[in-house]
């Protein structure tokens, strides 16, 4: 299915040679000219680059482990420590943000979960899993602070991409 | 005299020495992937002063076999945890840790190795000091203490008068009073009530205190006392009091690993820690360890032999004190704290303070604004007054400040540029001012600005005309190269369009305080700021729009071991990650076709960096700011008077920073774009839309999704949709759609 519709694609781009050059549009405006939009071609880079580890190395793992093992303790200040140890070896890693932000939503402290699960939905671009948990964590901020209407959206766009 | 005895002994009853808190930096985490050669693993150790060995032996001790390290790792006291002394086997290849191994030969995960200490926070009297336990004493010391200054201590009463009668005899000959004849005890009592001032009624009331502290007290509590009070070295205006610091001023690592000329050293510096300096009178003090060693031997507290071969060993003393000594970074730590805790808590109540301060980036840092400062100087001489500088290194997604340097001599403990120099932020201002336009949906990095003449008519009639660095007007030019170049008339006409309030409420979002005054100058960076200011502003950009209070402080430990106040790190969202990902990706632009081009020439290749340069009105300020997948660092450059340097940011604190950059060894900035932002292939100098092979100026930049560019002529673009096209656009969504 997915091969189908990535042929049907390159079959519609190559049309798009095709479809002739003409000549340009103005060239010098002060502003985006509003007007026809051009074919749009696809995108030369990935939307994420190459190297970016899809999954948490074994130091960063070892250091959640233990981080969930103090949080189930009740140990939320140590807890936090040990998810910014694991931060500090993977930064890039959205899920540990969640995990960072559950820790603070477990503190009372909603805003700061808040604006982790943020941080975490920037960093997992392309990754639905890790927004599905971002969206559930935003969800339990606003639930906490007694936004009921906006955590039911938010729980609905995490249970949109946990059904993915 | 009664009641002297009665009070004196009750104030050491009572006694508590004042603590000073001791400051540990970040602690190094080990991991298998973690970029250390083994050379940089050994060189870590010896930081922490461990000794390499070819048999390991105690705790602090290491052992290299190819790419193999043994360590015997000491019991160490972090912020979250404490561990055991154990054994660790690191296996490191030639560009990174490969394993980790425990004594027992399983795979250990992480492990960190102690944190260096960096300094105390002593009170204004300059009294520095760790305070050991009796435990904590290697027994040589104690040892050597009576066999050198009070044979007969343990029988004594407080006082020897054998020992003073022989004194009073070479005082007689030798015509002055001298040191000598005071028992430990008395030492003590001079140290902890008395001034040093030796007159004869002095000397009877020590006597008199003396005596009545060894009746009330055991041996052991006065040598312990004694341990822990007595002076040992001046630095500065900290006096370095008690065996346990003087073992970390003087070798940089704890009492109980000194060997016996070490000891026989310190025992050496109790009698005159100013005439037996062992970093100003090495001859002197090597004479005198010797006599030391000689002494025990002849006591028998140690063998002839053993005192031969420690007698040949040299003084072992570390060139500068403890080899850590960052007065910037303390300082910002001492402000941190300040606000949280009474100057007594500090100085009096033994807590461990655990920092952000990684000693390799501080190193890379103090390393590099030395260096090119020297360099910068060769080619323009200003009075006979030396150019100086500023760094902030930060980690940006925690914020955590990991160096900070206050000027060119690293080691002095005064003006503290990084902190308080206050100076015009210059083109550091334009990133702020294109996010704004970004953020407004009215422009993009494609969108053409007009470079051209602007003549403002300010309140009070005077006439505002900028000009770029340059002098030339350049017409209309893409966002991209206004940036990239940082073309000061095309910033003016984009801020002036947007609005002042708008730019000011930018720079406030990302953590200005108090926020810029609203003048047309502000656009072009008339706002002062400190290289510390700079950097929360920068780290903004450089954490995807989150900010995160920079922190210098993580966790604060009370002596008894307990958390007593933790530092956690905190984000804000304060822009959207779809327009920082757009103006991150111009900061790219801007190293690799703008101001910041030069780096590429320093930095390692394909090392992905953005970041933007400054320069402030005839060159007063010298700035550069940017950021790798890794780390942020900010660096000013100029002159403490205010006398113009001559240099562009480009030319004076670009090279520095990416001489830290490169030596820091990050990561590649490589932020995922957000959904909603596509890669658009622009030519940088028309901001049209080209194609791969139709274009030899073409960029490709972070575009808004459907952002309608017109295309280059003869690339191939029509300038009409047709229901092809528009299918086309759709079908290609939602592929995308699908495929993530």
Redesign the interface.
């Known amino acids: 299915m997915r091969t189908a519709l990535i042929l049907l694609v390159a079959i519609a781009l190559s049309a798009c040679a095709l479809h002739g050059p003409l000549p340009g549009t103005s060239a010098a405006g002060t502003a985006v000219p509003a007007g026809p939009q051009p074919p749009t071609v696809a995108p030369e880079h990935p939307a994420t680059p190459p190297g970016r580890p899809a999954q948490m190395g074994p130091a960063a793992s070892a250091l959640l482990a233990q981080a969930h093992a103090q949080a189930n303790a009740g140990e939320y200040v140590a807890a936090g420590a040990t998810l910014e140890r694991a931060l500090r070896i993977e930064p890039d890693t959205p899920l540990l943000w969640v995990e960072l932000g559950r820790v603070q939503l477990a503190q009372g402290n909603a805003a700061q979960a808040d604006a982790m699960g943020r941080k975490a939905l920037a960093l997992a671009s392309g990754d639905g899993e890790a927004q599905a948990a971002a969206w559930t964590l935003i969800a339990g901020s606003l639930r906490a602070r007694g936004n009921t209407a906006e955590a039911v959206e938010a729980e609905r766009r995490a249970a949109a991409l946990t059904a993915h | 005299m009664l009641y002297l005895g009665v009070s004196v002994t009750r104030t050491f009853e009572g006694r508590r020495w004042t603590l000073p808190a001791q400051v540990y930096a970040a602690p190094l985490?080990l991991?298998?992937?973690l970029a250390l050669t083994p050379a940089d693993l050994a060189h870590e150790l010896e930081r922490l002063h461990y000794r390499r060995v070819t048999q390991l032996e105690r705790p602090g001790t290491y052992r290299v076999n190819g790419e193999r390290i043994d360590v015997a790792l000491r019991p160490a006291r972090f912020?979250?945890?404490t561990r055991d002394a154990q054994l660790l086997s690191i296996y490191a290849g030639a560009g990174a840790i490969v394993s980790l191994k425990d004594a027992a030969g399983h795979d250990v995960?992480?492990i960190r190795l102690e944190p260096l200490l960096i300094g105390s926070i002593f009170p204004s009297h300059g009294e520095d000091r760790i305070v050991l336990t009796p435990q904590e004493v290697p027994p040589l010391l104690p040892a050597a203490l009576k066999a050198v200054e009070d044979r007969r201590f343990d029988s004594h009463r407080g006082v020897d008068p054998q020992a003073i009668l022989r004194a009073l005899w070479v005082d007689a000959r030798a015509g002055q009073i001298e040191q000598g004849g005071s028992t430990l005890t008395q030492q003590l009592v001079r140290s902890y009530f008395l001034s040093s001032r030796q007159t004869l009624g002095r000397k009877l009331r020590e006597a008199v205190m003396a005596v009545a502290l060894d009746a009330h007290f055991t041996k052991d509590d006065l040598m312990n006392a004694y341990i822990n009070e007595i002076f040992l070295g001046q630095d500065g205006n900290r006096a370095i009091h008690g065996f346990g610091l003087a073992s970390q001023f003087y070798f940089g690592k704890p009492l109980g690993e000194l060997d016996l000329p070490e000891i026989a050293l310190l025992v050496a510096v109790v009698r005159g820690p100013s005439y037996y300096d062992p970093r100003r009178h090495a001859d002197r003090v090597l004479a005198r360890r010797n006599l030391v060693l000689k002494e025990l031997a002849e006591q028998h507290v140690v063998s002839e032999a053993d005192a031969a071969d420690a007698a040949r060993a040299p003084l072992g003393v570390t060139p500068r004190p403890a080899g850590a000594y960052y007065p910037a970074y303390l300082d910002f730590v001492r402000r941190t704290l300040r606000r949280d805790y009474h100057d007594e808590d500090l100085t009096q109540a033994g807590l461990a303070i655990h920092t952000s301060l990684e000693p390799r980036a501080q190193d890379a840092a103090e390393r590099s604004l030395e260096r090119e400062l020297a360099r910068l100087d060769h080619l323009k001489k200003h009075g006979g007054e030396g150019l100086e500088g500023a760094v902030v290194v930060t980690?940006p997604?925690?914020g955590?400040v990991i160096a900070i340097v206050g000027g060119r001599d690293v080691g002095y403990d005064g003006f503290d540029r990084a902190l308080d120099a206050r100076r015009a932020m210059g083109s550091l201002v334009k990133p702020f001012i294109y996010l704004t336009a970004l953020e407004s949906g009215?422009?993009?990095a494609a969108?053409?600005?007009?470079d051209q003449p602007v003549d403002l008519k300010l309140a009070g009639g005077k006439h505002w005309r900028p000009e770029n660095f340059s002098r030339d007007v350049n017409g209309?030019v893409p966002v991209v190269r206004a940036l990239a170049e940082s073309l000061n008339l095309a910033t003016v006409g984009v801020g002036l369009d947007l609005g002042l309030p708008k730019v000011a409420e930018t720079l406030a979002r990302f953590g200005l305080d108090p926020p810029p005054e609203q003048l047309p100058a502000m656009l072009l960076g008339a706002v002062n700021v400190t290289p510390l200011e700079a950097a929360q502003l920068y780290n903004g950009l450089a954490n995807?729009?989150?900010r995160n209070p920079l922190r210098a402080v993580?966790?604060v430990i009370g002596a008894g071991g307990k958390?007593v106040k933790?530092f956690?790190?905190?984000?804000?969202?304060v822009a959207t990650?779809e327009a920082v990902y757009q103006l991150d990706r111009l900061l790219v632009e801007v190293m690799d076709r703008g101001t910041g081009r030069a780096a590429h020439a320093i930095l390692p290749a394909q090392l992905v960096v953005g970041g933007k340069s400054g320069t402030s009105s005839e060159y007063r300020d010298s700035w550069f700011a940017g950021f790798s997948?890794?780390d942020l660092t900010v660096v000013w450059v100029g002159y403490d008077d205010n006398a113009p340097t001559g240099f562009t940011g480009s030319a004076g604190a670009l090279p520095v920073w990416a001489h830290i950059m490169a030596d820091l060894g990050g990561s590649?900035w490589?932020?995922?774009?957000?959904?909603g932002v596509?890669?658009m292939?622009i030519e940088y100098g028309?901001g049209?839309?080209v194609?791969?092979g139709c274009s030899d100026d073409r960029v490709?930049l972070a575009m808004p999704a459907?952002?309608?560019?017109?295309?280059?002529?003869?690339?191939?673009?029509?300038?009409?949709?047709?229901p092809?096209?528009?299918?086309?656009?759709r079908?290609?969504r939602?592929?995308h759609a699908?495929?993530?």
């Open positions: 985490e991991y298998a992937g912020a979250d945890e995960p992480v980690t997604q925690s955590d009215r422009y993009n969108t053409i600005v007009q209309p995807g729009g989150f993580r966790a958390a933790a956690p790190v905190q984000v804000t969202q990650p997948g890794s590649s490589s932020a995922p774009r957000p959904e596509v890669d292939d028309t049209l839309r194609l791969p490709t459907g952002a309608q560019v017109p295309g280059k002529p003869g690339c191939g673009f029509s300038d009409t949709a047709s092809l096209s528009t299918f086309l656009e079908s290609e939602w592929v699908l495929v993530h």
